[in-house]
């Protein structure tokens, strides 16, 4: 049974439209540079034709991430060639489409995948202009019920992950205390900006490796969590107002920042590991690291900047690049989770399953605008952006080019 389009934006004729019944979902091979992981894996297709649906995967598609093409079709799928773009009801990945993809959907279908509207305003026009509902796995609500279907933390937590890893490999020192015969090793000391998901991971996997571990963030909130994973909290003065309703850190205003860098410089000045997370949803990382506190930093410390593609917490950062400056190695690896594309696959797609299966009856797949997660991550539909804050900027965006 097909459930009523209720989402508030009208089509032209002024009548909301029903989602006709989708029966293909399609999973494309990504083709932006250095992606490595897949939108859905065997496990998660098994669990898509148990609910009806044809699953198509375009050959190839799960290879770098450890997933062949015969365990998918073990797993009931079809696999197939990229023409399916032009036929599937849906279509799953993790990067956005490029312009030309974008341009091979059909009328109506439904597309999921990661994509930040901000950033790639040009695609959402042409997602608009094609009549694709897409839904933006980036908008996700943070709400409980939704934490299964939450793409950025998933991605996060392996991004937290391998960024301790990474500086820990690029390190001249180990990690933890030992005690040997030749002497003592003393710890590395870690220093983490921002406590959400990436850095809580972050300061669990240093804590692991047997690092002594300092965290900082502008969420008076995070203090609890970061104690309770065996870290300090460095305190800083109005942190407490700096959390939004839906538990995102909110943008800080030079003033704190300026207080925060003044707190921590000496914890950094001392720190073998330096890993920054912070990010504001829709605006340029914030500069937690200037060129003067590098410069500060022992001789072959690292620093892992996980807000590079977005740039960057440290003002030397290059994205895609690890370099050294000041006799300090600064990590500026992108997409993290890519570079661990077997698990990072397998979490993505329990999300996209998550999402989902609620709305797949009889075969069908069938969203329900009402629905407070569908509501929340519809950016387009029939026609028109659906998403308040992305209809301003290409409002406002449409003004400047004018």
């Known amino acids: 049974m097909t459930l009523p389009c209720a989402h508030p934006a009208p089509n032209p004729a002024g009548t909301p439209l029903p989602i006709p019944p989708m029966t293909t979902l399609f999973v494309p091979k990504e083709t932006l540079p250095g992606e490595t992981r897949v939108a859905t894996t065997p496990e998660a297709v098994s669990r898509f034709v148990r609910q009806g649906l044809e699953v198509l995967i375009e050959r190839g598609a799960g290879l770098v991430a450890s997933y062949t093409d015969a365990a998918y079709e073990e797993a009931g799928a079809t696999l197939c ?93 180990l990690c933890p205390l030992l005690m040997t015969a030749a002497g003592t090793v ?31 963030d502008v969420r008076l909130a995070a203090k609890e969590q970061v104690e309770s994973l065996g870290a300090t909290f460095i305190e800083v003065e109005g942190a407490e107002d700096l959390e939004d309703e839906g ?89 993290l989770p890519a570079t661990v594309p077997a698990d990072a696959s397998n979490l993505f797609a329990k999300n996209v399953l998550a999402l989902l299966k609620p709305f797949i009856a009889e075969g069908a797949l069938s969203l329900d605008f009402e629905d407070e997660v569908i509501a929340g991550c519809a950016l387009t539909h029939d026609g028109a952006v659906t998403h308040a804050q992305t209809t301003e900027l290409l409002s406002n965006n449409y003004e400047v080019k004018a």
């Open 81 to 173: 060639g990229p023409e399916a773009w032009e036929t599937a009801d849906a279509v799953a990945k993790v990067q956005p489409p490029s312009l030309e993809e974008a341009g091979r959907l059909s009328k109506g279908c439904v597309l999921v995948c990661m994509v930040i509207p901000s950033a790639q305003l040009e695609l959402v026009r042409a997602l608009r202009d094609k009549g694709v509902t897409c839904l933006a796995l980036d908008l996700i609500p943070r709400i409980t019920r939704a934490q299964s279907m939450d793409v950025l933390s998933s991605q996060a937590t392996i991004a937290g992950y391998k960024a301790v890893l990474l500086a820990a490999a690029n390190l001249g020192k």
């Open 247 to 335: 538990g995102y850190a909110k943008e800080a205003s030079e003033d704190f920042l300026q207080r925060q860098r003044e707190e921590v410089a000496r914890r950094v000045s001392e720190a073998h590991i330096v890993i920054t997370t912070a990010l504001i949803p829709g605006r340029p990382a914030p500069v937690l690291v200037p060129e003067e506190m590098v410069k500060s930093m022992q001789e072959g410390s690292v620093i892992v900047d996980l807000a590079v593609e977005s740039g960057g917490n440290c003002t030397l950062s290059q994205a895609g690049e690890i370099i050294t400056a000041h006799g300090v190695t600064i990590v500026g690896t992108k997409n």
């Open 186 to 216: 003393k710890p590395a000391k870690v220093v983490i900006f921002g406590a959400g998901v990436a850095g809580l991971q972050a300061i669990a996997t240093a804590r692991r490796l047997g690092c002594v571990v300092e965290a900082t």
